[in-house]
């Protein structure tokens, strides 16, 4: 009996944490020059018009006005505060899932490096609507930012 209850116990512990989807927002710069207040999304290999949209979408809703795309590569801009890329990628199990999302926010100045986000979904992965993950991330990330010392 104290055996079974010992792999039951194992078992829903292994499920549990397999079961947990990870975030994080790491802070590279520790000032920032000027408020943050426009940004440009710029492309990276593999990106869709929906991961965009989303991108897009959960930066609005943090207050930031979006600008006009910059080409591919693009560090420095004088047209906004901050240049957002992403990466991304998914899988197919019975449906298309989000497997994992990195987003890097540059300072458009200077080109450097302010914030960068990890979302990762677990092993034993769940369905997450993407738009909800984006503005989880994003939210964290521009709250960091907001709240540093200036």
């Known amino acids: 009996m104290v055996r079974i209850t010992s792999v039951i116990t194992l078992s829903l512990l292994t499920l549990i944490t397999g079961c947990a989807t990870s975030q994080n927002v790491s802070l590279a710069q520790m000032s920032v020059a000027k408020p943050l207040s426009t940004f440009a999304l ?3 290999n593999g990106n869709s018009v929906e991961m965009d949209v989303a991108l897009k979408s959960a ?8 600008k006009r795309g ?3 590569g693009t560090r420095k801009s004088p047209e906004v505060d901050v240049i957002v890329d992403y990466t991304d990628q998914w899988r197919w199990d019975i449906a298309m899932y ?3 999302v990195n987003i890097n926010m540059y300072e ?11 979302w990762e979904n677990s092993a034993l992965h769940g369905f ?3 738009r909800g993950v984006l ?3 994003v939210e964290e990330m521009v709250d960091k930012l907001r709240a540093k010392p200036k």
């Open 108 to 118: 458009a100045t200077s080109g450097t490096l302010l914030a960068s986000g990890r």
């Open 135 to 137: 503005n989880g991330l």
């Open 42 to 44: 710029v492309p990276s």
């Open 98 to 100: 989000l497997r994992w």
């Open 128 to 130: 997450q609507d993407y």
């Open 70 to 72: 910059l080409p591919s």
């Open 59 to 66: 930066f609005l809703a943090q207050g930031l006005a979006a």
